[in-house]
């Protein structure tokens, strides 16, 4: 009987148990503590400062079964899924670790125990080969003296196109962090020897499947030229329980292991095919697991960072579903069977399945919407291509117009061996960034004077979508029967998903669309009682009484929202720590950020702002529901609703409830409930005019941006400083100190060297007609230096005309000072000028000192002889 996946997660945990290693849980698929990954991609991760040295483990040998994720940075498997049996985005990770504990040795002796001996894998050890770093003699003999492996079957890899650990063979965890050379068992799925090497290397069919990989941590990468050492050497090992599956259980792909079998049964009941081999099966099985535990570790699908990552995987199995033949909505359905494949290490997701499926659903039932018509435009431009590659418009539109995130649009183009143009794909979305840019502008400029009797329903507070029908269409701001391809206007609907910017929120992005046109919506207004969509046709025709989609952007939408609650909770959290007699003045409510205005007269104080926070982010950890309920004004009023009572409310009105905390009246879109706000940070406050004050905040992810910005800021300053973080203040004012004590003295020494400087001068004094005269060259001086030497001169010699030029770097500087007596005859600037006008120079200043400088000419020395001829003709004679 072969040994069940669950059982080989057991007896690998329990054989390192016996080791002595302490058994530790799995950490989060999202890193903690690490803004160099997107995704845990390894089971090393958690130990990362750990190896680092950076902390210290309470134990120096563990081991995990840590699950992980391959779709990004380093190491990313998305593409393979498919297309090979051996890669997942999502798969589960044995390790065991020794940190500064035992390392080479006894990290082999426990892998070739654990997979060959009886007790244990039970592998034949002449299934087994091993490849070692190139240099890494200690590793090869290890295999080949003490385990006995015939060196026939080691193999040394070397580094790729010469660069020095760029090795399959030199274990990185990203472009920085600990790494360290490694040593790899494989499975040989053949029983016949070969004695050429090469063929190992080559490894046609994929007949050597690498199983084991033992890492030898000693090194920090800091960049990509500078690797560190590290003080400790240590141990990461790590060892995929799907492959060591599939060999325990005599299967090659590791689609054909027990777990992956019951999933993928139940996944063929969805679909009329009844070949389980099918590849999209397999896909569908992989993408599955990783939307499992992606959203279990709160992530939800959106268009940036991991949101996105979550979303092209669910997209990518949806489009695999409908390959299949797949008609309903399916895929949050496997929900279940995943939590039931993956046994007991995975009972944390039985609390979060509800959550998952809800989630899943809403996502497949939007998509559903246009997989269906992008798969149709898709494979209509596949049949017209004759060169084998789809146009990077085409793939954009796709992108753009019906969310088909370009490995979508990638692997159904992969399977007809066709390539996408790339480049042209990166300058459409470009090009659109820019004309959006543009058109944007224009809008500002829209005119909002258009009066038109028609009244549009807003379906926002429920739907992102909404079949309507064409009402008006405005091209130059005058009413048209149709709008063209790459004309500018406005389309005014029945009813719609768009809200039209008001009372501080701004208005909605997305796409008015049908079977045969596009129109990209840039903006939503209102006009009177209806709802102006503005934008630009970007395909098609749209005609009026024409039936329509209209469909906002959701990411844009729900970051709108969530920053439209966090301003009901700070205008809430504003009366309770300021008083109730703050007023709003003004908000603004955008998808990136929100701006409150109020009158309030006295300072607020960083304690009073930590303290709106507190009282803000405590609301968002109660994760209270938001509610709305339509009530009479009076009942309103009864309820102590906050609004803006100067203005004109209908006698219905609609209050926002987040439970007794915040009661206010509002027509705007908002999150579900005070949790999906995640995080609220302020990131300013000032005054704006007399009496009133702003405060600007962020929530959610751009607020974890914020605080990732701030604190990366802080750390590159420690590191300049060489401190820790907390000893900032005391280094800084310790340097601020160390920094007057070295002015002072260098004022000491300067003033010194000004005194020699001085004494040198006077000998160089001449006389015109009584009146001292000094005129000096000098090289290489500091031109601040020179005005003090001018301004001792003056003082000692009271009668005196002193004009000092540097040069310096191929410039010159000049300063000139006279003596207040000589005023009436000769200024300083008057001499400046004679000198910066045969120089091509710039000058300026008073008639007692005045300044210039210019580029250095050889002329300087005459310059300053016609001046002292010039000085003698001008003086009276004492
Ligand atoms: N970190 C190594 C790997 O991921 C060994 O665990 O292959």
Request: proline share 1%.
């Amino acid at each position: 009987m072969n040994k069940t996946t669950n059982k080989i997660r057991q007896d690998f945990l329990k054989f390192f148990k016996e080791k002595g290693h302490v058994i530790i849980p799995s950490s989060s698929l999202i890193p903690h503590n690490d803004s160099t990954l997107l995704f845990t991609n390894a089971g090393m991760n958690q130990f990362k400062e750990i190896f680092l040295g950076e902390k210290k483990s309470h134990h120096p040998r563990v081991a995990t079964v840590q699950r992980c994720l391959r779709t990004g940075g380093k190491h990313n498997d998305l593409e393979n899924v498919g297309y090979t049996s051996k890669h997942h985005t999502f798969f589960e990770m044995l390790g065991n670790f020794s940190f500064g504990d035992y390392f080479k040795q006894k990290a082999i002796e426990y892998a070739w125990e654990l997979l060959t001996s009886k007790k244990w894998f039970e592998i034949p050890k002449n299934k087994l080969w091993v490849s070692v770093y190139k240099d890494d003699h200690e590793t090869y003999k290890i295999w080949n003296n003490i385990i006995k492996i015939p060196s026939e079957r080691i193999i040394r890899i070397g580094d790729k196109n010469n660069i020095q650990y760029n090795s399959e063979n030199f274990w990185q965890m990203g472009d920085s962090g600990p790494c360290g050379p490694c040593t790899e068992i494989f499975y040989d799925y053949e029983n016949k020897i070969i004695d050429n090497p090469l063929d190992f290397l080559e490894n046609k069919n994929g007949r050597f499947v690498e199983i084991w990989n033992i890492v030898f941590i000693e090194f920090n990468r800091i960049s990509n030229t500078k690797i560190i050492s590290l003080k400790n050497k240590s141990i990461d090992t790590g060892m995929g329980l799907e492959r060591i599956s599939a060999v325990l259980q005599n299967v090659y792909s590791n689609y054909n292991i027990d777990i992956f079998q019951e999933l993928i049964q139940n996944i063929s009941k969805f679909s009329p095919l009844n070949n389980l081999n099918n590849v999209s099966l397999q896909v569908i099985a992989d993408h599955i697991r990783s939307c499992v535990y992606i959203i279990a570790d709160n992530i939800t699908p959106s268009n940036e960072h991991r949101g996105y990552v979550l979303r092209r995987i669910i997209r990518r199995a949806l489009r695999h579903g409908h390959k299949i033949g797949i008609k309903k909505n399916f895929f949050y359905k496997l929900v279940s069977s995943v939590i039931q494949i993956m046994g007991k290490t995975s009972d944390f997701l039985k609390e979060k399945q509800e959550k998952i499926e809800e989630i899943l659903k809403i996502e497949e039932m939007q998509f559903s919407y246009t997989l269906d018509k992008g798969l149709k435009i898709l494979n209509n431009e596949i049949k017209k291509i004759n060169n084998n590659i789809l146009s990077g418009k085409t793939a954009f539109y796709l992108y753009d117009t019906f969310g088909f995130p370009i490995d979508l649009t990638a692997d159904v183009c992969r399977e007809k061996n066709i390539k996408i143009d790339y480049t042209e794909y990166e300058l459409s979305k470009e090009k659109q960034k820019k004309q959006s840019n543009i058109n944007k502008k224009f809008h500002k400029n829209y005119n909002d004077k258009i009066i038109i009797n028609n009244t549009c329903i807003f379906e926002g507070y429920k739907k992102n979508i909404t079949k309507s029908l064409v009402k008006y269409i405005f091209v130059k701001n005058k009413s048209v029967e149709n709008i063209k391809k790459n004309e500018n206007g406005i389309i005014f609907l029945d009813k719609t998903a768009f809200y039209g910017e008001s009372g501080g929120q701004i208005g909605d992005i997305g796409y008015l669309y049908s079977e045969k046109s596009s129109f990209m919506v840039e903006n939503t207004k209102k006009y009177g009682k209806t709802i102006g969509h503005i934008g630009k046709l970007i395909s098609g025709e749209i005609t009026v009484n024409d039936s329509i989609y209209s469909q906002i952007n959701e990411d844009y939408r729900h970051s709108i929202q969530l920053n439209h609650s966090a301003t009901h909770l700070l205008h809430a959290a504003l009366r309770k720590i300021l008083g109730k007699n703050i007023s709003q003045k003004g908000s603004l409510v955008t998808n990136k950020y929100l701006r409150f205005d109020f009158s309030y007269f006295r300072t607020i104080e960083t304690s009073q702002i930590q303290k709106i926070e507190n009282v803000i982010n405590m609301n968002i950890r109660n994760n209270v529901k938001i509610e709305t309920q339509e009530l009479s004004l009076e009942e309103a009023k009864k309820k102590n609703a906050i609004a803006l009572f100067d203005n004109q409310y209908s006698s219905i009105v609609r209050v926002v409830f987040i439970n007794n905390f915040s009661i206010e009246l509002c027509g705007g879109t908002h999150a579900k409930r005070t949790g999906d706000i995640g995080l609220f940070k302020i990131i300013s406050q000032s005054s704006i005019a007399s009496g009133t004050k702003r405060i600007e905040a962020v929530t959610g992810q751009k607020a974890i941006d914020y605080l990732h910005k701030t604190d990366n800021y802080i750390k590159d300053i420690s590191l300049i400083l060489n401190c820790n973080i907390f000893d900032i203040k005391e280094k800084t004012k310790k340097l601020t100190i160390i920094i007057k004590n070295l002015e002072e003295k260098i004022i000491q020494i300067q003033n010194k060297e000004n005194t020699k400087n001085i004494k040198k001068l006077l000998k160089n004094i001449t006389d015109i007609k009584g009146t001292k005269f000094l005129a000096n060259i000098f090289y290489n001086y500091e031109h601040k230096l020179l005005r003090t030497i001018v301004d001792k001169l003056k003082e000692e010699l009271k009668n005196v005309i002193i004009i000092l030029i540097n040069i310096k770097d191929n410039r010159f500087t000049v300063i000139v000072g006279v003596t207040k007596n000589l005023l009436n005859q000769i200024t300083a600037i008057r001499i400046i000028d004679m000198i910066t006008n045969e120089t091509k120079g710039k000058g300026g200043g008073r008639d007692e000192i005045a300044e210039g400088g210019g580029v250095y000419t050889k002329k300087l020395p005459i310059i300053l002889n016609n001046i002292k001829s010039w000085i003698n003709k001008k003086l009276h004679k004492k």
